[in-house]
């Protein structure tokens, strides 16, 4: 059988890329590259050299390489320039989300995954934790009825962790949190409710008032079949760190997350069994960042000649949905969400 070779490049979010490929079965982790090996001291560098994984010295000693499949996990502006190099030297790509800053950048993976003709992954995480799958599963079967209403929030304290040498809160950056954390919670909304077609958004900016954008946001949305939505994104909020995700269906309704052991779900028809309508709780384990379950969808696919679900077009997807909100909350008025093919 053939394993795949992985080269793994951004050694912070990709840590659990690396390690992912050290314990698959079928890949090898045969090299890893990050710019600030020697320098970021959050690196688990004894790791590495304790398990005598190579390290490259460029991006073109990536590049140059006979790995399979690079995974690029580096910060947000660097994805489509990496990912485009890897795919140009014939390698198959995983990319962690958000897929790119905007769906400028998006095309011109989308352009280079058609014209290499290399299979592609979006690392949308939050589609392999546990409860989120259950909820799906939940839904998909009908256990809630047909869906009428969705939300779902994304509430991280970034004050904490603004990145190595503090890029998330780069001027010269300017990343817009709505997307760069956001994107988790709006891509969950579109993979359990489909493509939303418009939007409507408030933002502000009083939680991280010295960084270059906007903190906190909210969204609202049409989604397929009448439903609708909203999407809470804050990157400054003084809380712990939430995904909560709440279905309502016309029988019943569901509460989930990616950090708690259970999920809730609320069925009308054990309404006249139980006595009331009551939560009822549903174990399930937690893996909030569950990238082992996805490289192996990934090499899967790869065995199967197929591409995956999270394909590109499924990255850019998520991006054109922030890169909507974000123009609503600048212009006050609702915006269309066109998607690329």
């Not at 005598?52 to 390489?65: F, L, R």
């Not at 003709?117 to 909820?135: E, H, I």
């Not at 960084?211 to 909210?218: E, F, I, S």
């Amino acid at each position: 059988m053939k394993k795949y070779k992985v080269a793994v490049i951004g050694l912070r979010m990709g840590d659990a890329w690396a390690r992912a490929a050290f314990n698959n079965p079928d890949t090898v982790l045969a090299l890893v590259y990050d710019k600030n090996y020697d320098t970021n001291d959050l690196i688990l560098r004894n790791w590495y050299e304790s398990n005598n994984i190579p390290m490259a010295k460029s991006m073109e000693e990536v590049c140059a390489s006979d790995v399979d499949i690079v995974v690029v996990a580096s910060p947000d502006h660097f994805h489509a320039e990496q990912s485009i190099a890897a795919m140009e030297a014939g390698k198959h790509v995983i990319c962690e989300k958000p897929l790119a800053p905007t769906v400028e950048d998006c095309k011109k993976i989308i352009d280079a995954v058609k014209r290499t003709g290399k299979f592609f992954m979006t690392g949308q995480v939050c589609r392999y934790a546990p409860g989120f799958r259950l909820a799906k599963q939940l839904l998909d079967s009908g256990r809630i009825g047909e869906l009428a209403y969705i939300e779902s929030e994304y509430a991280h304290d970034y004050a904490l962790c603004p990145g190595f040498q503090n890029w998330r809160k780069d001027p010269a950056v300017k990343r817009e949190g709505f997307l760069g954390g956001g994107c988790h919670a709006l891509d969950l909304t579109r993979y359990l409710a489909g493509d939303p077609t418009e939007v409507f958004a408030y933002m502000n900016h009083k939680l991280l008032p010295d960084w270059p954008t906007c903190d906190t946001g909210v969204a609202v949305a049409k989604f397929p079949n009448g439903v609708i939505g909203r999407v809470f994104v804050s990157v400054g909020v003084k809380r712990p760190y939430t995904m909560r995700t709440v279905l309502y269906g016309t029988k019943g309704t569901i509460i989930c997350d990616n950090k708690s052991p259970s999920i809730q779900i609320a069925e009308e028809d054990l309404r006249e069994a139980a006595g009331s309508l009551e939560f009822n709780t549903l174990p399930v384990n937690i893996a909030s960042h569950n990238v082992s379950s996805e490289l192996k969808d990934f090499v899967d696919c790869l065995k199967e000649n197929k591409q995956c679900p999270t394909d590109v077009f499924q990255g850019t997807a998520t991006v054109a949905f922030a890169e909507a909100a974000l123009r609503s909350a600048q212009t006050g008025q609702p915006e269309q969400i066109t998607y690329l093919k």
